[in-house]
């Protein structure tokens, strides 16, 4: 069976295309996915994009969007433009944090990316939080205080430090067999390469 870590940053939009797809998709080739939440923040700061890669340039954050609903279309995936950009993540990537640590980053990651794309409750915020952890059946004050404990935040910042080490600089990151590939467009080529190992 082929291999896959999946790279992401809650705060991603084009990420939402491959969190939706990702596990159906590995399933039907094989491949097993391990689910690797990380912060792009400090990676794109240092790369001088203190603002993200589309809030200082309104004609590429409009074809953003529009590019978003377009390829959410080709795949058959529901999509719904949320009122806020950016959400503030750091929460809700520690939680991922805990959720991959303990198993269940993959289930924790599709629900709270499908409410915010689908529903416009915003990653990030106490409602999608509380939302996705009841539908998963977890104890929400359990995991918000291990979330917040210091061995959770420095494993979230080692995890950071490994994306960076990799060469990551954008999300979704998929690397298999010792390749990087970039981009909800490169999903199909990261499972490929996966399969010829």
């Known amino acids: ?3 896959l870590d999946f790279w992401f940053e809650y705060g991603s939009t084009y990420t939402y295309l ?3 797809r990702m596990h159906a998709m590995a399933s039907r080739h094989g491949i097993e996915v391990r689910w690797r939440p990380f912060l792009l923040a400090p990676i794109m700061v240092e790369q001088g994009l203190t603002q ?5 340039f309104p004609q590429k954050l409009r074809y953003m969007w529009r590019d978003l609903e ?3 279309a080709t795949h058959g995936l529901p999509y719904r433009q949320p009122a ?11 939680v991922g944090m ?3 640590t303990e198993g269940w980053c993959r289930e924790f990651t599709e629900r709270s990316f499908a409410l915010h794309w689908t529903e ?4 990030g915020s106490d409602a999608n939080l509380s939302a996705t952890l009841a539908a998963l059946g977890r104890d929400a004050s359990r995991v918000l205080s291990q979330a917040q404990s210091a061995a959770n935040k420095d494993l979230l910042r080692a995890a950071t430090d490994e994306a960076k080490a990799l060469g990551l600089f954008g ?3 998929f690397v298999t067999r010792g390749e990087l590939f970039w981009g909800d467009d490169r999903l199909e080529d990261a499972l490929a390469w996966a399969q010829t190992g």
């Open 70 to 72: 377009r390829r959410a």
């Open 1 to 3: 069976m082929g291999k």
């Open 120 to 123: 416009d409750i915003a990653i």
């Open 98 to 100: 805990l959720a991959a």
């Open 84 to 94: 806020h950009y950016p959400p503030n993540t750091l929460l809700t990537a520690r």
């Open 18 to 20: 491959a969190v939706a």
């Open 171 to 173: 999300s979704p990151s």
């Open 52 to 56: 993200g890669p589309f809030l200082p």
